[in-house]
């Protein structure tokens, strides 16, 4: 990605000097590893096809480089509403945080999401959140990253295991794949917490060649 380039000064006026030198920066734009989910049907269908709809919509923020797996799981908080259907994504992206996490917020009103009606951990169209942006950590009033519970959910961990599974938090040497076990040993009770599932709309693809089905 073209992040920058260097000039020596001349004069725009005057001719162009044969030993003119440019020196190009390449900059990778960071990852951010974005949480999705729903329960509810939105316009573009049930929620396995509003996930897919809203990954295209994510191409709008940076670069879909891969997803996970889609999972039934278990509502959280409140039990009395219908299974979630989950996956993370990895989005290169040159938007700073607070930017992306408003991008992401269009998205989800795109898809019927209404934050300021409900109740928490109720039913939803669409949910996006900022699991991790690259090896930042961020903690301002509607902003957290790393994302402050995503450890102790299963919904979260088992599909970002998937496709990040040596990512890791700086602060605490931990990878992704040591919370998910450490995670999935206190949860084995609950076979059905987490389950995958198959859609004809939704294809997982392996990280670092855009969005491409995995090998079978």
């Not at 000064?9 to 974005?34: C, F, N, Q, W």
């Not at 990895?90 to 898809?111: H, K, V």
């Not at 900022?130 to 979260?156: C, K, N, Q, T």
Request: charged share 20%.
């Amino acid at each position: 990605m073209l992040a920058d380039a260097a000039f020596p000064e001349h004069d725009p006026d005057g001719p162009v000097s044969p030993g003119l030198r440019v020196r190009v920066t390449l900059k990778k734009m960071p990852t951010a590893y974005i949480g999705m989910g729903g329960n509810l049907a939105s316009a573009a269908g049930p929620p396995d096809a509003t996930l897919a709809a809203a990954v295209n919509r994510l191409q709008s923020l940076g670069r879909v480089t891969c997803r996970s797996s889609l999972y039934s799981t278990a509502p959280v908080g409140y039990a009395a509403q219908p299974r979630f259907v989950n996956a993370v994504v990895a989005l290169e992206t040159g938007l700073p945080p607070r930017a992306l996490l408003q991008g992401l917020m269009r998205i989800e009103q795109e898809f019927g999401r209404d934050r300021t009606a409900g109740f928490q951990n109720g039913p939803r169209t669409l949910d996006l959140d900022i699991l991790l942006y690259g090896d930042l950590r961020v903690s301002e009033p509607g902003l957290e990253i790393p994302h402050p519970r995503m450890a102790d959910r299963a919904f979260v961990m088992v599909p970002l295991a998937e496709i990040a599974p040596y990512k890791g938090d700086a602060t605490d040497l931990k990878s992704v794949a040591q919370w998910h076990n450490t995670l999935e040993s206190s949860a084995r009770s609950n076979a059905d917490e987490v389950v995958s599932i198959q859609s004809d709309v939704w294809c997982p693809c392996a990280c670092g060649g855009g969005l491409f089905p995995r090998d079978p």
